[in-house]
């Protein structure tokens, strides 16, 4: 069972226009819910991060929209730009001593010029 | 990039060839994690470390073992390489946050042929 699921697949988005990625969960008991950013041959880069006790986070052009009850969070990049070209992965943890995070499988954004 | 290096950054080896991977960390952080990333299945964790000859298994820790005798160093070792460990493997830290914070390493390609 994928404790969480990340859509589309896949993105196409005009320069200057809005991207959207959701993520699905399963386990209610998750309690950060982070966004990496992938450029090929690099490693995954922490992007956004949230808590459950808000319902967004904002981080400049980047933006973590939370929905507790349909266990669904969302990330929405303003103003898309060439260089957001990447792959994105939602996770998800439960705070504790050796708490792991479950990832997504991850989408790839392009952003045309 | 975390203060994280990983070495060697590619490596090319034939079925049934022991293979040891070193991931090496500078910030004293006592958190480390293994994962490999394929195509489809976006980051999956391998094994992890809470401390100094602490470790545990993740959810794909068959063919794997890990040890950890420094707190700076966190070596992942395949003991005898198969075509379906080819892939690309990333070393983590968590950071000192109270959340799962965790910052990723510049990855090692492995080809297993």
């Known amino acids: 069972q994928q404790q969480v699921k990340q859509s589309p697949q896949s993105l196409i988005v005009q320069k200057g226009g809005i991207s959207i990625i959701n993520c699905a969960y399963e386990n209610t008991a998750f309690d950060y819910f982070p966004w990496y950013q992938q450029f090929p041959g690099k490693g995954p880069a922490l992007l956004i991060a949230i808590r459950p006790d808000v319902s967004e986070k904002k981080e400049g052009r980047f933006t973590i929209s939370f929905n507790k009850s349909a266990k669904q969070f969302s990330l929405h990049i303003m103003d898309s730009q060439p260089g957001d070209s990447a792959t994105y992965f939602c996770?998800?943890?439960?705070?504790?001593?050796?708490?792991?995070?479950?990832f997504g499988k991850g989408i790839t954004l392009s952003v045309r010029p | 990039d975390a203060g994280i290096t990983q070495s060697p950054r590619h490596k090319v080896t034939e079925t049934g060839t022991p293979v040891t991977l070193r991931c090496h960390q500078t910030e004293n952080h006592r958190y480390m994690y293994w994962y490999r990333q394929d195509p489809g299945h976006g980051l999956r964790l391998i094994h992890y470390?809470?401390?100094?000859?602490?470790?545990d298994k993740g959810e794909v820790s068959d063919g794997y073992s890990v040890s950890r005798s420094k707190t700076e160093d966190f070596l992942l070792t395949l003991e005898s390489a198969t075509s379906s460990q080819t892939s690309v493997y990333f070393c983590?830290?968590?950071?000192?946050?109270?959340?799962?914070?965790?910052?990723f390493g510049p990855g090692t390609r492995l080809t297993v042929l």
């Open positions: 996770a998800a943890s439960i705070t504790g001593a050796n708490s792991k995070l479950t």
């Open positions: 470390s809470y401390g100094v000859k602490d470790t």
């Open positions: 983590a830290i968590r950071g000192q946050g109270s959340y799962n914070e965790q910052f």
